[in-house]
Nanobody, 123 residues
Framework: QVQLVESGGGLVQAGGSLRLSCAAS????????MGWFRQAPGKEREFVAG????????YYADSVKGRFTISRDNAKNTVYLQMNSLKPEDTAVYYC????????????????WGQGTQVTVSS
């Protein structure tokens, strides 16, 4: 059983930065792909960024490339999402998720989810 706990959300002005954290426990994560997703009110959950736990290969949605960076700390079993140059359209609940399917960006491929953390970007 994988447990994921997100933190770091909040209110920030447009152009500002936030760093989200996802503390993972319950498994050895060397075979996992970790992902960040977000869901705005009235919209479907969408992929933001992913990272292969072993090797650290990363991939991003086009909407966040160049602004967001996903990383992981093996010693702390924690995944991060550094968000820079935030825009009002980045406002959403952000979720951390874990998958055994390499390189996926589909929510259905992620079997474990955190509770989410709210990010609000004001204009």
């Amino acid at each position: 059983q994988v447990q994921l706990v997100e933190s770091g959300g909040g209110l920030v002005q447009a152009g500002g930065s936030l760093r989200l954290s996802c503390a993972a426990s319950g498994r050895t994560f060397s075979s996992y792909t970790m992902g960040w997703f977000r869901q705005a009110p009235g919209k479907e959950r969408e992929f933001v960024a992913g990272i292969r736990w072993t090797g650290g290969i990363t991939y991003y949605a086009d909407s966040v490339k160049g602004r967001f960076t996903i990383s992981r700390d093996n010693a702390k079993n924690t995944v991060y999402l550094q968000m820079n140059s935030l825009k009002p359209e980045d406002t959403a609940v952000y979720y951390c998720a874990a998958s055994l399917r390499y390189g996926s960006s589909y929510p259905r491929d992620f079997g474990s989810w955190g509770q989410g953390t709210q990010v609000t970007v004001s204009s």
